[in-house]
């Protein structure tokens, strides 16, 4: 077969056979899609031999750049001994030495004064980390003779993945909506949007009115909730929602003033993605609960962990006829090659020194957004590290968004695919999230070719 009739053939089955997460397939049954092939450093290459810059680190999870020799080595290194056994009644060093990675190295990078993080329960997606932070919280209060702790505060605009209980602790309307007879009561606190905020105000005039909203639902629930659900630092899927000063530290005292557990969902935020190798480091805060799994592998393979504090894993602790078990595990927990990927990973953090390098990158990165701020069609250039939201708004003085069915910020995406970038959007928030690992030019390229597709789209 030529290669042109191979890319059609593909592309029939393709239509023919997949249905596509996230994806109105009307809309992708009438467009061309990019085929992936290969992939090297910053760049993704098609079908046809195009390279493009993986604009959103393959939805958020590159790291160190695509066919890293050392992680390619380590997971083939780790399929000859074995690929996967189960960590059900068994277990493998892969696991255990990454165990003790992640703890130590969540403690040294998350202060801690009466708490710290001390034990991984692993899945193998962000979605999975949270439900079982949600159910261990939940069980947590049950093992401790409070009853009435049977709900969870969560914020506006959160995503934490897309199976049922996360979906109940997510206000996402347009992803979320249409589930909500199938969810559990969850309160929702406003989000710490300041560009839409909720509650009319400015910061910092405002002294983070939002936290006081927090803790007037604290006041009155706190008998209810079993913990607070929060993406620290930025509200990713809900629209690169940057989070001002104060918010999350304030958001963790109040967590301990009215006992409430904290689940940090570092989800996105992990592996060095703000410029810390954690959101909480920014805030010096340490949850009672963090799940970690995107850039876990380095954007490998399906991990995740959920990490969690002595208090709360001693309360699992008892007769085998107590039933204080945690019964929860999915098959491929802790699956040896990912963990394999993941000691690699977080070998080149430290042997690269990523995060140091990473600093002036996005002082860089920061600058080139400046630039961007003063379109006409603008509305808000958020920026935390590496995770950027390009917000477009129809009329920049009264912040009114684009209709919906403009597909604004999907039409720049296409604009910048067909210049050499992928991206994707969020509705019409411009997504930037490159690999820690992009050089300057690397970076000028996207930044360059991002303003020339919105400039284009938005006239
Ligand atoms: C992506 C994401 C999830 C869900 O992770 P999946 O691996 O897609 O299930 C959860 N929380 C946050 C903050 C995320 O960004």
Known sequence: ????????????????????????????????????????????????????????????????????????????????????????????????????????????????????????????????????????????????????????????????????????????????????????????????????????????????????????????????????????????????????????????????????????DEVATGFGRTGKMFACEHEGVVPDILCLAKGITGGYLPLAATITSEEIFSAFIGEFRELKTFFHGHTYTGNQLACAAALCSLEIFKKEKTLKHMQRKIEFLGKALDRIRDFPHVGEARQRGFMVGIELVKDRNTKEPYPFEHKTGWKVCCRAREKGLLIRPLGDVIVLMPPLSVSYSELKSLMRITAEAIKEVTG
């Open 1 to 264: 077969m030529n290669i042109q009739s191979y890319v059609r053939h593909i592309e029939k089955l393709d239509k023919r056979f997949l249905w596509h997460p996230f994806t109105q397939m009307k809309d992708w049954d009438e467009g061309s899609p990019v085929i992936i092939t290969g992939g090297r450093g910053s760049f993704l290459k098609d079908i046809n031999g195009i390279w493009y810059i993986d604009g959103v680190s393959s939805l958020w999870v590159t790291v160190h750049g695509h066919g890293r020799k050392e992680i390619n080595d380590a997971i083939k290194e780790q399929v000859d001994k074995v690929s996967h056994s189960t960590l059900l009644g068994l277990t493998h060093p892969p696991a255990a030495l990454l165990a003790e990675k992640l703890v130590k190295l969540v403690n040294s990078s998350l202060v801690t004064r009466h708490s710290s993080l001390s034990k991984v329960f692993y899945s193998d997606n962000g979605s999975t980390s949270v439900e079982i932070g949600l159910k261990m919280a939940f069980q947590y209060w049950r093992l401790k003779g409070i009853k009435g702790k049977k709900t969870f505060l969560s914020l506006e605009n959160a995503y934490h993945g897309d199976t049922i209980g996360a979906v109940s602790v997510g206000g996402i309307d347009i992803f979320h909506k249409i589930f909500s007879p199938l969810l559990f009561k969850a309160y929702k606190a406003p989000a710490p949007y300041c560009y839409r905020c909720g509650l009319d105000r400015r910061y910092p005039s405002c002294k983070l009115l939002c936290l006081r909203e927090m803790e007037k639902i604290m006041q009155k629930r706190h008998g209810e909730i079993a913990a607070l659900i929060i993406e620290p630092v930025v509200q990713g899927a809900g629209g690169m929602i940057t989070a001002p000063e104060g918010y999350l530290k304030g958001a963790r005292k109040l967590c301990s003033k009215y006992g409430i557990l904290m689940i940090a």
